[in-house]
């Protein structure tokens, strides 16, 4: 039983990581309908700012803020740059860019900064807690996914921004008509996904160790979590990316081992998409024809 | 005497092409006949996948998988049964037939973006599973397996090199022919029609349900062939050989030869096997980096790729003395 509960515990802190992801995937999904296969690619590179944000000797919470914006900024360039002259391309044509953009992310990190795997500090050093449980990292990522979705929801709530926002993505045509400039919007959806793609990175960082393909399990299981909990859902993304954390954990200790755990994404991912595509608590689309 | 038309010009160049092709191997070294034949795999592969997402629009990102499936039928055939090494080609085409025919079902549910991610996972799953100790007794875990080059038959003047290039050709030659045939008729219409429309396309008539997966079937065996004549190639395999990264060359390579294009099965081809020997030089990232730029450029500035780029200046070249 211990056991079984520290397993479910350590699950919902990798949860609380792929969370993160799912929720960036989220922000661009909702905004344009379309997944962004380099989101685990710009997380780590956002990541390796921040290495060398620290390595210059700056404090963690001073690169971090400084990542994110940076991060931030980056997203928003990529969009106006890189996706905007595929805006009303075919799926094909705009899946092609995304991997395009994957690979280029990819090759310029190992570029830049080597292939040989790099150490990245926490921000939440030390000892278990709760008894053993957990490690403080663990409960500090908890805490992160938690103010991050806190952060979102309010801001989505509650300023007039997240309104214009939520307003361009369900109707772009009627919200043009108000004065909403939907271009910067998506823009800006780019933007707030590649910080908190940033935020995933800097916590996953310090489990995985810092190279540029360290994103690549993550990401899929950012997909997995997104999916399970409902794509055009932030709310229900979180809640998808900790149930597959969990669900991850237990398979990895009871059921296949931990040598297969891509496979048991590859396995969620089409089990959802074919069982129930929108997710446990998205809308369910219903086309005209 | 009359000028001769369009279609005999077209295949006095294919065999003149084809001329070309058999004197290669007796021109250049055995390692540039190597690359040459390893080029020859790379482009049945391409024309699989071209079927799959260039003709049919079912996009896949995973394709790399049935590569590795098609090479390790290949390797453990020889290596546990002495299977002679052209029997197993068309044992690969099967198995991958299949294969592909079953993630084809599920697939069946999938429209564009969401088939995009269901593959893009299958390519990242592979090598994991390609390890897996449940598979380790046949697929010889992370070590992979070595097989033996095949020597001439019939006592051929020819060095082991030179053999599997002629080998490969001819295994090439019959692959198009078979693609030229599937999709110059109505099949290949059908499949056009789906992707351009898939509502129109079923009140038609077309099934929609049994194409796409026998679409998935059939691209995975052209795949899973090539797959085959790779390891014959490379005398081994492993599962880190089969990463996510197989399947965006794979991709690189349709998009920059030209989707929908036969011909552009072989510069695809040439492109990922000769592209990244050159920019090797200049860093370890540097070949990625040339294919991310390909790939985004060729969306902006070529959709057509090269195989359109040499269509529309063969047709610039044919028009232009009659003009005045």
Same mark, same amino acid.
């Given at each position: ?7 479910? +515990? ?16 989220? =922000? ?14 710009? &997380? =780590? ?24 914006? $940076? ?20 799926? $094909? ?22 292939? !040989? ?97 360290? =994103? ?46 891509? /496979? ?26 | 005497? !009359? ?23 007796? +021109? ?149 022919? $078979? ?35 026998? !679409? ?26 089969? /990463? ?14 030209? $989707?929908?294009?036969?011909?552009? &099965? ?59």
């Amino acid at each position: 039983m211990e056991a079984f509960l520290h397993q479910v +515990l350590s699950g919902l802190a990798t949860g609380g990581i792929y969370a993160i992801v799912a929720l960036a995937l989220v =922000m661009i999904y909702q905004a344009t309908h379309l997944v962004n296969f380099a989101q685990g690619e710009m &997380a =780590m590179f956002s990541t390796y700012l921040a290495w060398t944000m620290i390595d210059a000797g700056l404090p963690y919470w001073g690169a971090f803020a400084g990542t994110v914006a $940076l991060s931030f900024a980056l997203g928003i360039a990529i969009e106006r740059i890189v996706i905007r002259p595929v805006g009303n391309a075919p799926v $094909l044509a705009v899946v092609i860019v995304f991997i395009g953009l994957l690979v280029i992310l990819n090759s310029v990190a190992g570029w830049i900064y080597t292939y !040989t795997i790099k150490s990245f500090p926490s921000p939440f050093p030390g000892g278990s807690v709760l008894g053993g449980y957990l490690s403080r990292h663990e409960l500090g990522v908890m805490g992160v996914t938690l103010g991050v979705l806190l952060l979102l929801f309010l801001f989505f709530r509650f300023t007039p921004l997240g309104l214009a926002m939520r307003a361009a993505a369900q109707n772009p045509v009627s919200s043009r008509l108000v004065g909403i400039r939907v271009g910067w919007m998506l823009a800006l959806g780019w933007g707030l996904a590649a910080a908190i793609g940033a935020v995933a990175g800097m916590m996953v960082a310090p489990i995985v160790f810092l190279d540029p393909n360290m =994103m690549a399990g993550i990401l899929l299981y950012g997909f997995a979590g997104a999916l399970l909990g409902g794509i055009d859902n932030p709310a229900g993304a979180v809640a998808g990316g900790l149930a597959v954390g969990v669900l991850e954990n237990l398979s990895g200790a009871y059921l296949v081992g931990t040598e297969l755990k891509l /496979t048991v994404a590859l396995v969620l991912i089409v089990g959802v998409l074919v069982v129930r595509p929108s997710g446990l608590f998205g809308r369910v689309l219903v086309n005209r024809v | 005497m !009359t000028a001769p038309s369009a279609r005999q010009w077209k295949v006095a160049g294919l065999a003149l092409l084809l001329l070309f092709a058999c004197a290669l191997p007796f +021109l250049v070294s055995s390692y540039r006949t190597f690359q040459l034949t390893s080029a020859l795999s790379y482009a049945i592969a391409l024309l699989g996948l071209n079927i799959l997402t260039g003709w049919n629009g079912q996009i896949s990102l995973g394709h790399g998988a049935f590569y590795a499936i098609g090479a390790y039928v290949a390797a453990i055939l020889m290596d546990r049964w002495d299977v002679p090494y052209w029997a197993t080609i068309p044992a690969a085409g099967l198995v991958c037939l299949g294969a592909g025919f079953l993630f084809g079902l599920p697939a069946l549910r999938l429209e564009g973006l969401y088939l995009a991610l269901a593959t893009f996972a299958l390519a990242l799953a592979t090598p994991q599973l390609l390890k897996s100790k449940h598979l380790e007794q046949w697929t010889g875990g992370v070590q992979g397996i070595v097989i033996m080059k095949p020597d001439p038959p019939f006592g051929l003047p020819l060095d082991q090199d030179q053999w599997l290039y002629f080998f490969a050709l001819a295994v090439a030659l019959a692959m198009f022919w $078979l693609a030229r045939n599937l999709l110059a008729g109505r099949i290949g219409r059908a499949l056009v029609a789906i992707r351009e429309h898939p509502t129109a396309a079923e009140a038609m008539g077309i099934d929609i349900a049994f194409y796409k997966s026998a !679409t998935f079937g059939v691209s995975a065996m052209f795949t899973g062939i090539a797959g085959a004549l790779g390891a014959i190639v490379i005398q081994f395999v492993a599962p880190d050989s089969f /990463t996510l990264f197989l399947s965006i060359t794979l991709l690189v390579g349709i998009v920059v030869g030209g $989707l929908a294009s036969l011909s552009g &099965a072989v510069w695809g081809a040439l492109f990922i096997q000769f592209i990244p020997n050159v920019a090797d030089q200049i860093s370890k990232a540097a070949p990625w980096a040339i294919y991310g730029l390909f790939l985004i450029a060729c969306m902006y500035l070529m959709p057509t790729g090269v195989a359109g780029l040499v269509r529309a200046t063969a047709a610039r070249l044919a028009r232009s003395p009659r003009r005045p």
